[in-house]
């Protein structure tokens, strides 16, 4: 799925798994009007975790209660050590690439990192929420 895609899935699933909210009479308006005071300006009532307007909150509690987020460390060091073999020696040491890189350039590290994962999200494989990573296709999951 592209990322408009999941964007739009991941709103419809905020609709549905809240309920329209009248804040002033503090009601559940599930006909999408408030019945009391007839307002049509409702938020959004998330059983067991609150109300406020917009969906964008209601997301990112789905997601982070549901999905696991990306651990970046470690798909980039796996990615390092598919790309370069598991192993080098130093003269009379071996370690694997990425622990040696980590070692002997921590910053070249982390910028080769952040690039790395910066590609992923330009490539609408990985989307940041709520300042975590996720796999997209973990995202398709939810329902
Ligand atoms: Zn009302």
């Avoid at 990306?70 to 020696?89: A, K």
């Avoid at 982390?110 to 999200?121: F, H, S, V």
Wanted: net charge negative; proline share 3%; with cysteine.
């Amino acid at each position: 799925m592209k990322l408009d895609e999941i964007n739009n899935k991941l709103t419809k699933l905020a609709f549905e798994r809240t309920i329209p909210f009248c804040y002033g009479c503090y009601i559940d308006c599930p006909e999408g009007r408030c019945k009391e005071c007839g307002t049509d300006d409702l938020m959004r009532h998330l059983p067991g975790v609150g109300v406020e307007y917009g969906t964008d909150w209601v997301i990112e509690s789905i997601v982070s209660v549901e999905v696991e987020p990306i651990d970046t460390e470690e798909i980039f060091e796996q990615m390092i050590d598919e790309s370069y073999g598991e192993e080098i020696q130093i003269g009379f040491i071996k370690s694997n690439v990425s622990c040696a890189i980590k070692a002997l350039d921590p910053i070249a590290w982390d910028i080769a990192k952040t690039e790395y994962i910066d590609g992923l999200i330009q490539d609408e494989q990985i989307v940041e929420i709520d300042g975590e990573n996720y796999w997209i296709h973990d995202l398709e999951g939810l329902s």
